[in-house]
């Protein structure tokens, strides 16, 4: 288990990867009683469904992402849509902080390779949220600069450009097969899944998958603390 070669930067999914996505939790806590038990849990999967679907057309930023979906969502389970709402949940978004153990597996990381952030996130919300880390990262890159998100190929596209590397130079570590492991996998990327449970195991996309960030800089050929 490992990589033979070490990769020119090491890439990120941050939020669901790095940062707890707390979207759920925060859903139901800005709607409160108006979201009944009976459909919160049918409203937040599809919810779901409907960000990546909102993800896959022309760009727009992601406070409307997140309206949009919520929109949808309230539409497909017949709850009133307030836009008010929808803003609130996505103005919680930068106070998210990481998992347990990021904060020192990606210092502990940065000390072999360089790190790069790739994120869904728009600029403002990224900045902030590689901040609240607390780690060394070479570059931040979000949807908003891209002018895409994941999984648009595009996205990988235009890594490749602004790091000035071929897809064999990099090796992405990202908690979703979905957004990223899949184009990651068409495009020839080094990858690592880490494996928080959003999503099912795809193994066949072909990356390594671990189940403690810690075991992250251990591919890498360090040695665990």
Same mark, same amino acid.
């Given at each position: 288990?490992?990589?033979?070669?070490?990769?020119?930067?090491?890439?990120?999914?941050?939020?669901?990867?790095?940062?707890?996505?707390?979207?759920?939790?925060?859903?139901?806590?800005?709607?409160?009683?108006?979201?009944?038990?009976?459909?919160?849990?049918?409203?937040?999967?599809?919810?779901?469904? *409907?960000?990546? /679907?909102?993800?896959?057309?022309?760009?727009?930023?992601?406070?409307? $992402?997140? &309206?949009?979906? +919520?929109?949808?969502?309230?539409?497909?389970?017949?709850?009133?849509?307030?836009?008010?709402?929808?803003?609130?949940?996505?103005?919680?978004?930068?106070?998210?902080?990481?998992?347990?153990?990021?904060?020192?597996?990606?210092?502990?990381?940065?000390?072999?390779?360089?790190?790069?952030?790739?994120?869904?996130?728009?600029?403002?919300?990224?900045?902030?949220?590689?901040?609240?880390?607390?780690?060394?990262?070479?570059?931040?890159?979000?949807?908003?600069?891209?002018?895409?998100?994941?999984?648009?190929?595009?996205?990988?596209? *235009?890594?490749? /450009?602004?790091?000035?590397?071929?897809?064999?130079?990099?090796?992405? $570590?990202? &908690?979703?097969? +979905?957004?990223?492991?899949?184009?990651?996998?068409?495009?020839?990327?080094?990858?690592?899944?880490?494996?928080?449970?959003?999503?099912?195991?795809?193994?066949?996309?072909?990356?390594?998958?671990?189940?403690?960030?810690?075991?992250?800089?251990?591919?890498?050929?360090?040695?665990?603390?």
């Amino acid at each position: 288990m490992g990589f033979d070669v070490k990769p020119k930067f090491v890439t990120f999914d941050m939020n669901g990867t790095l940062i707890k996505f707390s979207i759920n939790d925060t859903m139901r806590e800005v709607l409160g009683d108006r979201l009944p038990a009976e459909v919160a849990d049918e409203y937040l999967r599809i919810c779901k469904a *409907y960000r990546i /679907d909102e993800c896959t057309g022309a760009y727009q930023p992601f406070h409307q $992402v997140v &309206a949009r979906s +919520m929109e949808r969502a309230s539409r497909y389970v017949g709850l009133e849509y307030r836009e008010d709402e929808a803003r609130a949940v996505y103005e919680r978004i930068p106070t998210w902080g990481p998992y347990p153990g990021v904060t020192e597996a990606l210092n502990r990381l940065a000390e072999e390779v360089p790190l790069v952030i790739i994120t869904n996130s728009d600029t403002a919300h990224a900045v902030r949220l590689a901040e609240n880390l607390k780690a060394p990262f070479e570059v931040v890159i979000s949807a908003e600069e891209m002018g895409v998100y994941k999984p648009r190929l595009r996205a990988f596209e *235009y890594t490749f /450009d602004k790091l000035g590397v071929t897809p064999d130079e990099i090796v992405h $570590v990202s &908690a979703s097969p +979905m957004y990223d492991h899949r184009p990651a996998a068409i495009m020839g990327i080094n990858k690592v899944y880490m494996d928080r449970g959003w999503e099912h195991d795809e193994h066949w996309l072909g990356y390594e998958r671990i189940t403690d960030i810690a075991d992250l800089p251990v591919l890498f050929g360090l040695p665990r603390p």
